[in-house]
């Protein structure tokens, strides 16, 4: 749908409509020349990397759209900022225990995001969490054991989990197995004896905290995490019977993900506190107490606290966690404890974007047709005779009469009284009398209340070439808000509203609610009009916390390329690593097709066509080519191919 351009369009008026202010941290920003750039976190003075010159970089070095494009220096500087901003506050307020930061794998497992967390997180202790044995596997392997980063066992633990727990206790790192369901004790306590090894054990509380947001059933009553109060009193006095009651040394819980209201957090922390002083009484040796993660992403930039934003800021979340710990255990008389969070979505959802190109537009609008000279029936008169009353006061008549003889007209087709062209004339002369409603609508101060939400009816449809399963899935599953925006021409006005769909052809793979500042969200997009010769490109920001490997392979799109790139303070940038996306034969391969097999059995088709002389070999050779080439071929759109 056509938008008026808005006179006097400036970089200023991209910022407000996209809100890339509010929701990009600091991190992205708009250039003068209208490109969408990331600046260098740790330089203030760096003028900024444009996301159209990383796409060129990417096209020469053959990474195609659609690209994950990940920024590591983000990764690091979260890290610092999360460690940076308990520290301060530990300080200002004279409490005397320490932080301890850990990572959850489950957030991104991918290699590349584990390694940059464990090696920048050296230098603040960042540790990890894991929740399964491969995570665990993951994390021992990758954590620096000359450092004092913790990692902290979540998760159902069979004896194999135990037993590398234990391990890992004695090569020196500090690796809580934390009790999650009472069948752990036993298996904790024989594998203890048997190797030798005495457990660093933790107990994972359920919370009762009722706390706001999407994920807010991981808390109270019925959570099927942690353990109850009756529960945990079994997990003391059965380590008392042991003789291992000190080994019994820190409180977990986890109040659930993404919650906007700093309120239910203090409400969260002091229930715990009151576990851990009670566990104090009870004469466990206890000395950390970890929160869980929890603290939101501010999707929407509305500081709100609605679900996809958060009413605080970093500092006032780590504030309000140090001072409720400070103020309840003081109260108690008990020693502060070391503060673990397990902060995952905040840690690196800024750090990826997902860039994509635009293939085509559908647009609802009157298409020139030829018309044919029996194509005239009074329906169609009756609707022409529309435009004689069209006028503001009759504005909902209008639109429903138009609505009453397009439906007739579509009935008549269905029974084979009009024909396909007569039925063309009919939605091109519907399309007329929207778009000329739309326009006397536009001149008008109010609204009539049926036609709020009319716009929407026209808005275009952009096809990006992307599948939204594989890479945006929380999108598809939550109604996830993720910011989306054109990262460059945003010097020009845009002049479409769209609604965005992906190349998977499912319904449900589209994008139709953007975030915005005046309301819950927007059902469209401005967008700018195609250009022939020019390719537009899109980016999905903050994708970087769950999205990567919940994806899955609808209509067998596969993983996007990825490049991870580092920017230099000196205003440059390396692309630091790599990754092709997976190939067609990948793909196939991943839901058991044996790609030889398949390339066997088509070269014998193709040969049976030869001896039956319906294809010459140099026809089946070609035929073969084509074959073999799309097998080692990305899975979506490549237009260079058509060159
Ligand atoms: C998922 C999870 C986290 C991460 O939560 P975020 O809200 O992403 O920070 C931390 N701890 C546990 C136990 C979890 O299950």
């Known amino acids: 749908m056509k938008i008026d351009r808005q006179a006097g369009w400036t970089i200023d008026s991209a910022k407000s409509t996209y809100g890339i202010e509010n929701w990009g941290n600091g991190y992205f920003d708009i250039n ?4 969408v750039i990331i600046k260098n976190p740790s330089c203030d003075s760096s003028s900024g990397l444009s996301l159209l010159e990383i796409i060129e970089g990417l096209r020469d070095r053959d990474l195609h759209m659609p690209a994950l494009l990940r920024i590591e220096n983000i990764i690091d500087h979260s890290i610092s900022k999360l460690n940076n901003s308990f520290n301060k506050i530990i300080d200002r307020l004279g409490y005397q225990g320490q932080y301890r930061g850990v990572f959850p794998i489950k957030v991104n497992q991918q290699a590349q995001i584990v390694e940059e967390v464990a090696q920048f997180g050296v230098r603040y202790s960042h540790g990890f969490e894991v929740g399964s044995k491969p995570e665990m596997i993951a994390a021992l392997s990758t954590l620096d054991n000359s450092s004092d980063q913790m990692l902290i066992c979540n ?9 590398l727990a234990l391990q890992a206790v004695k090569l020196g790192t500090r690796c809580f197995v934390v009790i999650e369901a009472l069948a752990e004790l036993p298996i904790i306590i024989e594998r203890s004896k048997a190797l030798g090894i005495e457990p660093l054990i933790g107990v994972r509380a ?13 808390s109270g009553d019925r959570s099927v995490f942690g353990l109850s109060a009756s529960q945990i009193i079994q997990v003391v006095d059965v380590l008392k019977d042991n003789n ?53 992403v501010d999707y929407t930039g509305a500081h709100s606290q609605e679900s996809q934003s958060r009413n605080y800021s970093l500092d006032e979340y780590c504030e309000d966690v140090v001072e409720t710990i400070m ?27 997902l860039l994509f190109n635009i293939l085509d537009v559908t647009r609802f609008e009157p298409i020139e047709i030829k018309t044919s000279r029996d194509a005239s029936h ?128 499912d319904c449900d793979g589209k994008i139709d609610r953007f975030i915005a500042t005046d309301r819950e969200y927007n059902p469209t997009l401005p967008l700018h009009s195609l250009q022939d010769s020019q390719e537009y490109y899109l980016g999905v920001f903050l994708v970087g916390a769950y999205q990567e490997t919940l994806g899955d392979l609808h209509n067998l799109f596969g993983d996007t390329n990825v490049a991870s790139i580092r920017l230099r303070d000196d205003g440059g940038y390396e692309f630091v690593k790599e990754i092709h996306g997976d190939t067609i034969e990948d793909v196939l391969g991943y839901v058991e097709y044996q790609p030889w097999e398949m390339k066997l059995r088509y070269r014998n088709k193709l040969e049976a066509a030869v001896n039956e002389g319906r294809i010459t070999a140099r026809e089946r050779q070609q035929m073969m080519n084509t074959f073999n080439a799309s097998m080692q071929g990305y899975t979506y759109y490549e237009k260079d191919h058509l060159l």
């Not at 986890?254 to 506190?273: F, K, M, T, W, Y």
Request: contains cysteine; negative net charge; hydrophobic residues 35%.
């Open 32 to 35: 003068a020349g209208g490109e």
């Open 206 to 218: 359920k919370m009762t905290s009722k706390v706001g947001g999407h994920w807010n059933s991981t």
């Open 244 to 296: 291992m009651l000190h080994c019994l040394q820190l409180l977990h819980c986890h109040l659930g993900s993404q919650i906007p209201n700093i309120r239910d957090i203090r409400g969260g922390v002091n229930e715990a506190c009151r576990y851990y002083a009670d566990l104090c009484k009870e004469g466990a040796a206890m000395n950390y107490i970890d929160l869980g993660g929890g603290l939101a």
């Open 378 to 505: 009074e329906l169609l008169d009756n609707m022409r005779g529309i435009f004689e009353y069209l006028k503001p006061a009759r504005l909902q008549e209008c639109f429903n009469d138009a609505h009453y003889y397009r439906d007739e007209i579509r009935e008549l087709f269905k029974r084979g009284q009009i024909g396909l062209r007569t039925r063309a004339e009919a939605e091109n002369l519907f399309l007329q009398v929207l778009h000329q409603v739309k326009s006397l609508l536009s001149e008008m101060d109010q609204i009539p209340k049926e036609l709020e939400g009319f716009d929407e009816s026209l808005a275009d449809i952009y096809y990006g070439n992307f599948s939204l399963f594989q890479s945006l899935p929380d999108s598809w599953a939550i109604d996830q808000m993720f910011p989306v925006m054109p990262v460059h021409r945003l010097q020009e006005a845009p002049d479409r509203r769209a609604v965005l769909a992906d190349i998977t052809c």
């Open 155 to 163: 998760g159902y633990k069979d004896q194999e989990f135990v037993d």
């Open 327 to 353: 103020s309840t255990l003081d109260a108690y008389g008990i020693r502060h404890p070391t503060i673990v969070t397990e902060s995952g979505r905040a840690t690196v959802a800024y750090s990826s974007i």
